[in-house]
Protein backbone atom coordinates (compact mmCIF):
# COMPACT_ATOMS: atom_id res chain seq x y z
CA UNK A 1 0.00 0.00 0.00
CA UNK A 2 2.76 2.37 0.08
CA UNK A 3 3.06 2.08 -3.64
CA UNK A 4 -0.38 3.27 -3.72
CA UNK A 5 0.75 6.18 -1.65
CA UNK A 6 -1.42 4.82 1.32
CA UNK A 7 -0.22 5.05 4.71
CA UNK A 8 -2.17 2.12 7.02
CA UNK A 9 -1.32 4.34 10.72
CA UNK A 10 -2.40 7.58 8.74
CA UNK A 11 -5.55 5.73 7.95
CA UNK A 12 -6.27 4.22 11.10
CA UNK A 13 -5.64 7.56 13.10
CA UNK A 14 -8.09 9.53 10.52
CA UNK A 15 -10.58 6.63 11.38
CA UNK A 16 -10.00 6.88 14.82
CA UNK A 17 -10.05 10.79 14.61
CA UNK A 18 -13.11 10.37 12.81
CA UNK A 19 -14.52 7.96 15.24
CA UNK A 20 -13.89 10.94 17.75
CA UNK A 21 -15.24 13.54 16.35
CA UNK A 22 -18.30 11.80 15.55
CA UNK A 23 -18.91 10.91 19.18
CA UNK A 24 -17.85 14.58 20.02
CA UNK A 25 -20.36 15.78 17.58
CA UNK A 26 -23.27 13.52 19.04
CA UNK A 27 -22.23 14.79 22.47
CA UNK A 28 -21.93 18.31 22.38
CA UNK A 29 -23.95 18.93 18.96
CA UNK A 30 -26.32 16.29 18.51
CA UNK A 31 -27.89 15.33 21.90
CA UNK A 32 -28.91 19.24 22.53
CA UNK A 33 -30.10 20.15 19.53
CA UNK A 34 -32.61 16.85 19.81
CA UNK A 35 -33.56 17.88 22.90
CA UNK A 36 -34.18 21.37 21.45
CA UNK A 37 -36.02 20.00 18.62
CA UNK A 38 -37.78 17.37 21.26
CA UNK A 39 -38.53 20.22 23.63
CA UNK A 40 -40.06 22.40 20.67
CA UNK A 41 -42.18 19.52 19.32
CA UNK A 42 -43.72 19.17 23.03
CA UNK A 43 -44.45 23.29 23.29
CA UNK A 44 -45.81 22.80 19.56
CA UNK A 45 -47.91 19.86 20.96
CA UNK A 46 -48.75 22.02 24.33
CA UNK A 47 -49.89 25.42 22.02
CA UNK A 48 -52.11 23.03 20.00
CA UNK A 49 -53.73 21.13 22.37
CA UNK A 50 -54.46 25.12 24.08
CA UNK A 51 -55.21 26.24 20.82
CA UNK A 52 -57.90 23.05 20.36
CA UNK A 53 -59.16 24.00 24.27
CA UNK A 54 -59.12 27.90 23.20
CA UNK A 55 -61.49 27.18 20.24
CA UNK A 56 -63.70 24.62 22.22
CA UNK A 57 -63.98 27.35 24.83
CA UNK A 58 -65.04 29.73 21.82
CA UNK A 59 -67.39 27.70 20.65
CA UNK A 60 -69.05 26.99 23.78
CA UNK A 61 -68.76 31.11 24.62
CA UNK A 62 -70.03 31.87 20.99
CA UNK A 63 -73.22 29.03 22.02
CA UNK A 64 -73.76 31.08 25.50
CA UNK A 65 -73.75 34.15 23.96
CA UNK A 66 -76.51 33.06 21.53
CA UNK A 67 -78.58 31.67 24.18
CA UNK A 68 -77.91 34.82 26.11
CA UNK A 69 -78.86 37.00 23.07
CA UNK A 70 -82.22 35.22 23.03
CA UNK A 71 -82.63 35.21 25.90
CA UNK A 72 -82.69 39.32 25.78
CA UNK A 73 -84.55 39.38 22.89
CA UNK A 74 -87.44 36.93 24.41
CA UNK A 75 -87.09 39.50 27.41
CA UNK A 76 -87.14 42.23 25.34
CA UNK A 77 -90.52 41.65 23.46
CA UNK A 78 -92.29 40.54 26.62
CA UNK A 79 -91.31 43.95 28.00
CA UNK A 80 -92.74 45.50 24.33
CA UNK A 81 -95.77 43.45 24.92
CA UNK A 82 -96.49 44.37 28.64
CA UNK A 83 -95.88 48.08 27.55
CA UNK A 84 -98.48 48.14 25.02
CA UNK A 85 -100.40 46.25 26.92
CA UNK A 86 -100.29 48.83 29.62
CA UNK A 87 -100.57 51.49 27.15
CA UNK A 88 -103.88 50.37 26.08
CA UNK A 89 -105.33 49.89 29.36
CA UNK A 90 -104.37 53.31 30.33
CA UNK A 91 -105.59 54.62 27.15
CA UNK A 92 -109.06 53.33 27.72
CA UNK A 93 -108.98 54.51 31.27
CA UNK A 94 -108.29 58.28 30.13
CA UNK A 95 -110.94 57.81 27.41
CA UNK A 96 -113.60 56.27 30.05
CA UNK A 97 -112.28 59.05 32.43
CA UNK A 98 -112.73 61.42 29.67
CA UNK A 99 -116.10 60.69 28.65
CA UNK A 100 -117.22 60.78 32.55
CA UNK A 101 -116.30 64.17 32.48
CA UNK A 102 -117.98 65.19 29.32
CA UNK A 103 -120.77 63.50 30.67
CA UNK A 104 -120.76 65.34 33.86
CA UNK A 105 -120.11 68.42 32.21
CA UNK A 106 -123.11 68.09 30.07
CA UNK A 107 -125.57 67.11 32.68
CA UNK A 108 -124.38 70.28 34.49
CA UNK A 109 -124.50 72.24 31.84
CA UNK A 110 -128.22 71.18 31.21
CA UNK A 111 -129.48 71.85 34.64
CA UNK A 112 -128.01 75.19 34.60
CA UNK A 113 -129.44 75.35 31.38
CA UNK A 114 -132.66 74.36 33.00
CA UNK A 115 -132.16 76.72 36.34
CA UNK A 116 -131.44 79.90 33.60
CA UNK A 117 -134.13 79.05 31.64
CA UNK A 118 -136.95 78.98 34.66
CA UNK A 119 -135.21 82.00 36.14
CA UNK A 120 -135.44 83.62 32.82
CA UNK A 121 -139.34 82.95 32.13
CA UNK A 122 -139.67 83.98 35.73
CA UNK A 123 -138.48 87.48 34.88
CA UNK A 124 -140.33 87.60 31.68
CA UNK A 125 -143.56 86.93 32.99
CA UNK A 126 -142.61 89.43 36.08
CA UNK A 127 -142.15 92.22 33.33
CA UNK A 128 -144.61 90.64 31.55
CA UNK A 129 -147.23 91.97 33.88
CA UNK A 130 -145.35 94.68 34.54
CA UNK A 131 -145.61 95.67 31.12
CA UNK A 132 -149.40 94.47 31.16
CA UNK A 133 -150.22 97.09 34.23
CA UNK A 134 -148.79 100.14 32.61
CA UNK A 135 -150.78 99.34 29.67
CA UNK A 136 -153.77 98.92 31.16
CA UNK A 137 -153.11 102.27 33.34
CA UNK A 138 -152.75 104.10 29.81
CA UNK A 139 -155.56 102.50 27.79
CA UNK A 140 -157.98 102.69 31.15
CA UNK A 141 -156.25 106.66 31.63
CA UNK A 142 -157.42 107.91 28.33
CA UNK A 143 -160.80 105.80 28.29
CA UNK A 144 -161.98 106.53 32.04
CA UNK A 145 -162.76 110.16 33.35
CA UNK A 146 -160.76 110.94 36.60
CA UNK A 147 -163.59 109.38 39.27
CA UNK A 148 -163.73 106.23 37.48
CA UNK A 149 -159.67 106.36 36.54
CA UNK A 150 -158.72 106.03 40.03
CA UNK A 151 -161.08 103.23 40.93
CA UNK A 152 -160.93 101.20 38.28
CA UNK A 153 -157.00 101.65 37.79
CA UNK A 154 -156.65 100.12 41.73
CA UNK A 155 -158.77 97.47 41.12
CA UNK A 156 -157.23 96.67 37.92
CA UNK A 157 -153.73 96.91 40.12
CA UNK A 158 -154.97 94.71 42.42
CA UNK A 159 -155.80 92.29 39.85
CA UNK A 160 -152.98 91.71 37.90
CA UNK A 161 -150.48 92.44 40.21
CA UNK A 162 -152.13 89.05 42.30
CA UNK A 163 -150.88 87.01 39.25
Not at 4 to 28: A, E, R, S, T, Y
Not at 72 to 95: C, F, P, S, Y
Not at 102 to 117: G, H, M, P, V, Y
Amino acid sequence: MEKLGIDPLLIVVQIVNFVLLLIILKKVLYKPILNTIKNREKELSEIEKKGVEFEKEKQEFEKEKAKLLNALQKEKREVLEEAKLGAQILKKETIDKANREAKKILSETQKQALRDSGNLTKKIKEEANKLAVELAKNALAQILNEKDKGKSVEIAIKRISGF
